[in-house]
């Protein structure tokens, strides 16, 4: 079993940067796949970006394609989401999430753990 605790968020103005992290405990870090999800209010839990085990793979959404970036440090049991180029449109509630398995998944149902989430706001 594994738990994650979210930071780093906050309130940011269009355009700016921020990242957010995803602190995991347990010694089996490495041997998740992991995700981060957002939630804005009124709308469904939203799939952001996935990394593989190994760091060696990311997928991400069509909408923060080349404006996210997803790593890991397996040595540190953490995954950051660095974001830059921030929208209003990002604004929710960034969950990251742990699955037991070896392939990437946009679908929050094979996630097997979730932390409790960090507020982002972004700010027109």
């Known amino acids: 079993q594994v738990q994650l605790v979210e930071s780093g968020g906050g309130l940011v103005q269009a355009g700016g940067s921020l990242r957010v992290s995803c602190a995991a405990s347990?010694?089996?870090?490495?041997?998740?796949?992991m995700g981060w999800f957002r939630q804005a209010p009124g709308k469904e839990r939203e799939f952001v970006a996935t990394?593989?085990?190994?760091?060696?793979?990311?997928y991400y959404a069509d909408s923060v394609k080349g404006r996210f970036t997803i790593s890991r440090d397996n040595a540190k049991n953490t995954v950051y989401l660095q974001m830059n180029s921030l929208k209003p449109e990002d604004t929710g509630v960034y969950y990251c999430?742990?699955?037991?398995?070896?392939?990437?998944?946009?679908?929050?149902?094979?996630?097997?753990?979730w932390g409790l989430g960090t507020q982002v706001t972004v700010s027109s």
């Open positions: 347990g010694r089996t870090f490495s041997s998740y796949v």
């Open positions: 990394i593989s085990r190994s760091g060696g793979a990311r």
């Open positions: 999430a742990a699955a037991s398995s070896e392939r990437l998944h946009s679908n929050l149902r094979e996630y097997d753990y």
